[in-house]
């Protein structure tokens, strides 16, 4: 990029940084709900010198550690002050425009990505998420480093550099590991290449997952949320719900599982993660057309589409208010009509297919499960600012023609 594309540049993110710290700033009444507190919890503990604090009065690994680690060290610097780390994920927000900035600047040159720049500074999705806290921006920042780092080279500093960063997210949500796929497929010219990348990754993790069978005696790699996960969507109460159908509830109002539930205080969660997952793997066998019912409600959840009142309740679990939650919506609703023109450009066929592998797979890791939004979609959000950018540079190249 050319110096006037650089202030140009610098000039977007300074603009991006303004945007979140000021709506962090104009939101002194943020509350901490649901995920946010044990996020909270585990960071002041962490500060504090005390480790990850218990859950139910016994050792967890429920939550990923790369966020409370990443917002302990904020606190360590700042104080237990949770502005400060809003403000410290606005930060990590303003990292992830830039990154969209280079990684359309190594696909398809400095128009898109200056206007990738814009599109992602002024996206309310990611300025909502950005202002909670809440896990899922680092997780993205992560990602897209790793990205970046892959169309950079695939010499072996880059490489490992990538590894590392899929390592670290990966220890931001446990279903990334399975983006490790398209990356190595990215770097492929050999067997050599996937291989160090998939090893600097797993040594990333190995500190924790070790830490995990010293606590537990069990091999935990990362977390232990896929049972609770399944059990909340996979029930009778969520199957029969009309209203809003087979949508995930805490497990403390399902029925189905009440006697695995009262003994979460004296089972270890590695043994209650299994038997949560046994037993709605057991459900699904005796209702196997549910599972679709899932991927149906779940997608259109996803896309914002199962009605106006459902996306506020989620958008609520980030506290973010109502007029925010329908601006984000809105927001969503207009980026994806440009980004679906753009998916059908010149520009986003040639891009590699192992770029647009990372977002369906990130839709394939909740589909089944459960979708908040604008939380869960926004490891896939990148990717429609990118193409969104495509089809604005590309109405604004045809008016320019004579």
């Not at 590894?163 to 990356?183: E, F, H, Q, S």
């Not at 969520?238 to 599982?257: E, F, I, M, Q």
């Not at 057309?289 to 980030?318: F, P």
């Amino acid at each position: 990029m050319d110096r006037s594309g650089t202030r140009i540049a610098a000039a977007i993110l300074f603009a991006a940084l303004a945007i979140r710290i000021v709506f962090v700033l104009a939101t002194p009444h943020y509350t901490l709900v649901h995920d946010a507190l044990d996020y909270q919890n585990h960071a002041v503990s962490i500060a504090g010198g005390h480790g990850f604090a218990l859950s139910y009065g016994r050792p967890t690994a429920f939550r990923p550690p790369a966020y409370p680690i990443f917002l302990a060290a904020v606190y360590a610097i700042t104080g237990p002050d949770v502005q400060w780390g809003r403000i410290a994920n606005a930060f990590v927000g303003t990292g992830i425009v830039a990154l969209i900035g280079l990684i359309a600047f190594q696909l398809w040159g400095r128009r898109v990505a200056l206007i990738a720049l814009a599109l992602g500074a002024v996206y309310i999705p990611l300025i909502l998420v950005g202002q909670s806290i809440m896990s899922e921006p680092l997780f993205v920042l992560c990602l897209l480093g790793a990205i970046a780092c892959v169309l950079k080279s695939t010499r072996w500093p880059w490489v490992v550099a990538a590894g590392v960063l899929m390592g670290l997210a990966i220890l931001g949500r446990a279903n990334a590991i399975i983006l490790l796929l398209p990356l190595a497929a990215a770097v492929w010219r050999g067997w050599r290449a996937p291989l160090v990348l998939c090893v600097a990754a797993a040594l990333t993790v190995a500190p924790w997952t070790i830490r995990n069978y010293d606590t537990f005696h069990a091999f935990v790699p990362v977390s232990t949320q896929f049972g609770s996960a399944l059990a909340g969507t996979y029930n009778s109460e969520a199957k029969a719900d009309k209203v809003n159908p087979a949508s995930w509830r805490t497990l403390k109002r399902v029925d189905d599982y009440r006697p695995i539930y009262n003994r979460i205080r004296t089972t270890p969660e590695p043994v209650l993660e299994k038997q949560l997952r046994d037993a709605s793997l057991e459900f699904i066998k005796a209702h196997p057309g549910y599972v679709l019912t899932v991927a149906y409600w779940t997608t259109r959840r996803m896309l914002d589409l199962a009605g106006m009142d459902w996306s506020i309740h989620t958008a609520a679990t980030i506290s973010a208010t109502r007029g925010w939650a329908i601006a984000g919506v809105v927001c969503f609703w207009v980026y994806a009509l440009l980004a679906l023109v753009g998916a059908f450009t010149r520009q986003a066929r040639a891009a590699p297919l192992w770029l647009w592998a990372v977002p369906l797979l990130m839709y394939l890791g909740v589909v089944f499960l459960v979708v908040e939004t604008p939380r869960y979609r926004t490891a896939i959000d990148p990717f429609i600012v990118l193409l969104a950018a495509l089809t604005v540079s590309r109405t604004t190249t045809i008016r320019k023609r004579p």
